[in-house]
């Protein structure tokens, strides 16, 4: 059974800093892409940001290219996000996912998703 387990949300201020991490547990995580997306209060999921199985691309959605940064260990199974310059937009529950293959990062190509850390940002 995949688990996908986020963590490192809270409440920061606006320009602050916050790191979220994804562990994953029951697959063979260095084989598979991960990906995080946002999903704030009425508005649809937000595809944010992609790393490869062997994390040797990357990629960003332009609301956050520049500001956020994907990495990921895969002897530790976990995918994190560096969120830097955060905005009070940037206001919602975000989601990693485990992609289907090493290199797919496309919107219905994640077959598991972790349950979601909140992040508020807020003065």
């Known amino acids: 059974q995949v688990q996908l387990v986020e963590s490192g949300g809270g409440l920061a201020r606006p320009g602050g800093s916050l790191r979220l991490s994804c562990e994953a547990s029951?697959?063979?995580?260095?084989?598979?892409?991960m990906s995080w997306s946002r999903q704030a209060p009425g508005k649809r999921l937000e595809w944010l940001s992609g790393i490869y199985s062997d994390g040797s691309d990357t990629y960003y959605a332009d609301s956050v290219k520049g500001r956020f940064t994907i990495s990921r260990d895969n002897a530790k199974n976990t995918v994190y996000l560096q969120m830097n310059s955060l905005k009070p937009e940037d206001t919602a529950v975000y989601y990693c996912a485990k992609s289907i293959s090493g290199t797919r990062l496309g919107l219905d190509e994640y077959d598991y998703w972790g349950q979601g850390t909140q992040v508020t940002v807020a003065s």
């Open positions: 029951g697959c063979t995580f260095s084989r598979y892409a």
